[in-house]
């Protein structure tokens, strides 16, 4: 049995494990929330009714991935194009250029991870998914035309997603089994941000990572030669990856000759399991939610090797709650909204995170199994606030009211956060008493300028939810949400 499918079946059968203790006190640092719609967004039928919905939402900054594959010319030929690769004006913009301009309009910041695949020309094998080892030169040069088109219109870049998933780069491991991808995505870093420079962007804000949360650090002997050349096609550990990629070892000391990478952060997706948001996978080199330490200890580690700099922040740029009918990892719909908001809760109380994420707006439709996307397959996800159908889930109105309740001995505590509000407003708790059917109003509650607040309090329910009125009139009210 693969070690996907062995983990599949541990993880169905974790049960829920206690909340963390929640802090009384509003957290240090003001939390970016990327949300990620590019099927509705880049789709020009259905972009200005995402729009709206993501404005009613309370949306403020975007995550955007650019296929470099989707704007290039010549994408299937197998020798590259006569062309300046540096020069904007030979790469078909369009659609992505209708979404940042839309942003801008909104006043919403742009993070733009651009990323495979990439060009037929442009890979080692010249063969589909066009993914393999991808031409750091060319990549440069692409990099600059990127920079050249958008320059200040994006607040931040990152390079490549998920770069230590077979589905995006290849190969992830060597036919020894040592992993591979980590050092070619290491000169895709580089020769990237120097391509951002060569456009002018002095110092550019770049993340580094946007990681897959599992993988392995190696493949055995017995592997390879069990599985053959697929046992090649599984993710490299995050953390096996960051060190690979900065020249580090097992202790995280300099195994080689490298310098230090000149990111501005480290991006990884975080997804957890139906086990929920606190659940710490076994392998210690996997980094889900409730493992975060574990990054935040490499990252420091890498620094005081001088690989990168010192107290790098993290930016959690994907994430999202699985729900059902998703057979593998989905979780009941009511159950979404509230692991969801714990999730949020608790990048908000780590103050080395500097941004969470909202992936997808509507449910992808359903296909196989975790791993499938490696085989060429597709996995679809339905972390969305909406169903395939467009029918909106209770996550649809708890996102714009995001609420935790956490038992604290006899009494519980609360936490929440008016995503629209501008300033510090005014939200209605309500709870439903035990022995009740109805709700009743707990307490009116002040949030800081952000929107968060935070609540104690004694009375014993068996659900809460938010009400909330904005300026303008519009209600909103947020699903029945259980104590952890």
């Given at each position: 049995?693969?070690?996907?499918?062995?983990?599949?079946?541990?993880?169905?059968?974790?049960?829920?494990?206690?909340?963390?203790?929640?802090?009384?006190?509003?957290?240090?640092?003001?939390?970016?929330?990327?949300?990620?719609?590019?099927?509705?967004?880049?789709?020009?039928?259905?972009?200005?009714?995402?729009?709206?919905?993501?404005?009613?939402?309370?949306?403020?900054?975007?995550?955007?991935?650019?296929?470099?594959?989707?704007?290039?010319?010549?994408?299937?030929?197998?020798?590259?194009?006569?062309?300046?690769?540096?020069?904007?004006?030979?790469?078909?913009?369009?659609?992505?250029?209708?979404?940042?301009?839309?942003?801008?309009?909104?006043?919403?910041?742009?993070?733009?991870?651009?990323?495979?695949?990439?060009?037929?020309?442009?890979?080692?094998?010249?063969?589909?998914?066009?993914?393999?080892?991808?031409?750091?030169?060319?990549?440069?040069?692409?990099?600059?035309?990127?920079?050249?088109?958008?320059?200040?219109?994006?607040?931040?870049?990152?390079?490549?997603?998920?770069?230590?998933?077979?589905?995006?780069?290849?190969?992830?491991?060597?036919?020894?089994?040592?992993?591979?991808?980590?050092?070619?995505?290491?000169?895709?870093?580089?020769?990237?941000?120097?391509?951002?420079?060569?456009?002018?962007?002095?110092?550019?804000?770049?993340?580094?990572?946007?990681?897959?949360?599992?993988?392995?650090?190696?493949l055995s002997r017995s592997m390879i030669r069990q599985e053959g050349s697929h046992a090649l096609l599984h993710d490299v550990a995050p953390l096996a990856f960051l060190r690979e990629m900065l020249c580090l070892n097992s202790h995280y000391r300099s195994s080689g000759s490298c310098g230090p990478l000149p990111a501005a952060g480290y991006a990884h997706h975080a997804y957890t399991t139906p086990a929920g948001p606190y659940w710490v996978p076994p392998e210690p080199d996997d980094v889900t939610l409730g493992s975060l330490s574990r990054l935040s200890r490499a990252l420091d580690l890498a620094a005081r090797a001088g690989a990168i700099a010192a107290h790098l922040p993290i930016y959690l740029t994907e994430f999202g709650v699985q729900s059902k009918p998703n057979r593998y990892l989905g979780v009941p719909v009511g159950q979404q909204a509230e692991f969801d908001a714990i999730a949020e809760h608790i990048a908000w109380q780590n103050p080395r995170v500097a941004a969470f994420s909202q992936y997808l707006l509507r449910d992808d439709p359903l296909g196989g199994a975790p791993g499938a996307s490696a085989l060429g397959g597709f996995i679809g996800f339905q972390t969305g606030l909406e169903y395939v159908t467009g029918a909106p889930k209770p996550l649809y109105h708890g996102w714009p009211v995001p609420l935790t309740v956490s038992r604290r001995g006899r009494g519980y505590s609360l936490w929440g956060l008016v995503r629209l509000a501008t300033g510090p407003t005014r939200a209605t708790v309500l709870v439903q008493p035990r022995g009740s059917r109805r709700f009743r109003v707990l307490r009116t509650v002040s949030t800081d300028s952000q929107g968060y607040w935070t609540l104690s309090s004694s009375t014993r329910g068996v659900k809460w939810r938010v009400r909330w009125t904005s300026p303008a009139g519009v209600r909103y009210e947020g699903p029945p949400i259980g104590a952890y």
């Open positions: 049995m693969s070690r996907i499918r062995v983990l599949l079946c541990a993880l169905l059968a974790c049960s829920m494990l206690g909340a963390a203790g929640a802090s009384q006190a509003l957290a240090s640092h003001n939390q970016t929330v990327y949300f990620e719609a590019s099927a509705q967004l880049l789709n020009p039928r259905t972009r200005e009714h995402a729009l709206a919905q993501m404005k009613t939402l309370g949306v403020r900054a975007l995550r955007l991935e650019l296929s470099w594959y989707a704007v290039a010319p010549g994408q299937r030929s197998a020798t590259r194009p006569n062309f300046d690769a540096t020069n904007p004006a030979f790469y078909a913009w369009a659609p992505y250029d209708a979404v940042i301009a839309a942003a801008q309009q909104l006043h919403w910041s742009v993070l733009l991870t651009v990323t495979s695949p990439v060009p037929r020309w442009a890979t080692t094998n010249k063969k589909a998914p066009y993914i393999t080892r991808p031409d750091p030169r060319d990549f440069q040069e692409f990099m600059t035309a990127v920079g050249h088109h958008y320059g200040a219109q994006v607040s931040m870049y990152s390079i490549w997603n998920e770069p230590n998933h077979p589905a995006f780069l290849l190969p992830q491991f060597n036919a020894n089994g040592a992993p591979a991808s980590p050092r070619v995505y290491r000169g895709l870093f580089q020769a990237g941000y120097a391509g951002l420079q060569a456009a002018g962007i002095a110092h550019p804000r770049v993340l580094m990572g946007e990681t897959a949360p599992t993988g392995y650090d190696s």
